[in-house]
C-alpha cells in the first residue's frame, strides 16, 4: 500500500492520477478537503480509502495506522501535504503543519520499514543568492524569503541533522502548475490565472519590474509540468536506492513574457499585455530568478525529458480548462 498524503492537491493528485496508469490502486489518500472543490480532483481517480488530515494523525499518534488496514504492507508514504501558501502569516501554524507533522510522519514511516518520500520547496532556496543546489552540505546556508520557505527549510535541515538523508527523499518543487489547481485561490499558477483573465477580458496583468536589470515580464522562473513533476516523484518510488535532496524542475528559465504568449497561443488570441507595479508589501520577497539544477535527479536515472513549456501550456489549456476536465477524466 502507499499513502499519499495531500492527495487531493495538484502534485497529488497528478501522483495518484500516475500511480493508476501503473495498475496501482492500493492507495490510501489523506487531506483536507474543507469547504473548497478540491474533493473533484479526486473524482476520476481510483484508491482505496481516503481520510481526513487531521483523522490520519491521530492515527499517527496512537500507533495504529496498522489497525486501520489490517493485513496490508506499507510499501511508502509520499508527502505531499503543507500549507503551501507563501503569504500565511501565522508561523505557529506552519510549524505544527509542515514541520512537527512531517517529522512525526517520517518516523512512523521509518519504523514500518516503508519507504518516505516528501515535498520540500524551491522556497527554501530564497533570491537565489546561493545558487540552486540540492547538494545536501548547502542546506545550512540557504535563507528562505517567507515563513513557508522556512517551515520546509527546518524540515530538511533536521532530516540532515538526523542522518536520514540517505533513507528518504526530500523533493524540492520548482514552479508547478496543470490541472487539478484551481482550488489552490490566490497560489494557482499563472497559467490558470491568465486563462481567466483573457478570457474575461483579453488581456493580461504582468507585474512591472523594480530591478534594473530586468525588463517588464522579462522576470525569470523555473516551470516544471504537474505530470513531469508527478514522474519526477515516482521515480524515486521504483529507484528505492536513491537517498537526499533532490530538485524537480525543468532545469531551464522561462519569462513571464514568454508563459504568457504561450498562453494566448493556447487560446488563440493576440497577445496583450499590460503591465502593472508590483504591490510594495512583495516587492523585498520577490524572486526575479529561479532555475533548478536538475543534474543530480539525472544522475538519480531520471531520464525522461522535461515538457517544453509551450507544448505543455497548450496541453493544460485545450484539454482541460477549456473542456473543464480533471486529471484521470
Known amino acids: 500500500m502507499i499513502i499519499v498524503t ?3 492537491g495538484l502534485i497529488g493528485s497528478a501522483v495518484i492520477q500516475h500511480l493508476n496508469q501503473l495498475g496501482r490502486e492500493d492507495i490510501l489518500v489523506v487531506d483536507h478537503l474543507g469547504l473548497t472543490d478540491k474533493w473533484r480532483n479526486l473524482s476520476a481517480l481510483r484508491f482505496m480509502d481516503y481520510l481526513e488530515k487531521d483523522a490520519f494523525e491521530q492515527l499517527l499518534d496512537s500507533d495504529s495506522v496498522a489497525d486501520r488496514l ?3 504492507k506499507l510499501e511508502a508514504v509520499i508527502h505531499l501535504g503543507a500549507c503551501s501558501t507563501t503569504t500565511e502569516p501565522d508561523a505557529s501554524y506552519l510549524i505544527r503543519n509542515n514541520f ?4 512525526k510522519l517520517a518516523l512512523t514511516t521509518l519504523s514500518a520499514g516503508a519507504r518516505f518520500i516528501y515535498a520540500s520547496s524551491a522556497a527554501t532556496y530564497g533570491d537565489g543568492e546561493n ?5 545536501e552540505s548547502q542546506l545550512p546556508q540557504l535563507r528562505p524569503m517567507n515563513m513557508y520557505g522556512y517551515s520546509k527549510q527546518l524540515f530538511d535541515l533536521w532530516a ?7 533513507r528518504i527523499v526530500g523533493l524540492k518543487y520548482f514552479n508547478v502548475y496543470g490541472p487539478n489547481e484551481q482550488h489552490k485561490g490566490e497560489m494557482r499558477s499563472l497559467v490558470l490565472k491568465a486563462y481567466e483573465q483573457i478570457n474575461a477580458t483579453g488581456t493580461l496583468k504582468l507585474f512591472r ?3 534594473p536589470e530586468y525588463g517588464d515580464g522579462e522576470q525569470l522562473r523555473d516551470f516544471v509540468y504537474v505530470k513531469d513533476a508527478a514522474a519526477m516523484t515516482l521515480h524515486f518510488l521504483r529507484n528505492s536506492r536513491a537517498g537526499g535532496i533532490f530538485n524537480v524542475g525543468g532545469g531551464t528559465t522561462v519569462s513571464w513574457n514568454r508563459l504568457a504568449g504561450a498562453v494566448f497561443s493556447a487560446m488563440d488570441r493576440p497577445v496583450s499585455i499590460q503591465y502593472i507595479d508590483m504591490p510594495e508589501s512583495i516587492r ?3 524572486q526575479y ?7 543530480k535527479i539525472r544522475a538519480a536515472g531520471y531520464t525522461a525529458p522535461v515538457t517544453p513549456v509551450e507544448e505543455a501550456v497548450g496541453d493544460y489549456i485545450r484539454n482541460y480548462l477549456v473542456p473543464g476536465k480533471q486529471l484521470g477524466d
Not at 100 to 103: A, D, M
Open 289 to 295: 530568478l529561479t532555475c533548478a539544477d536538475t543534474s
Open 284 to 286: 523585498a520577497t520577490y
Open 100 to 103: 512537527e507533522y512531517s517529522r
Open 209 to 211: 519590474s523594480h530591478r
Open 70 to 72: 489490517p493485513g496490508v
Open 6 to 8: 495531500g492527495g487531493a
Open 131 to 135: 545558487g540552486f543546489s540540492d547538494d
Open 160 to 166: 540532515l541533522r538526523q542522518g536520514l538523508l540517505d
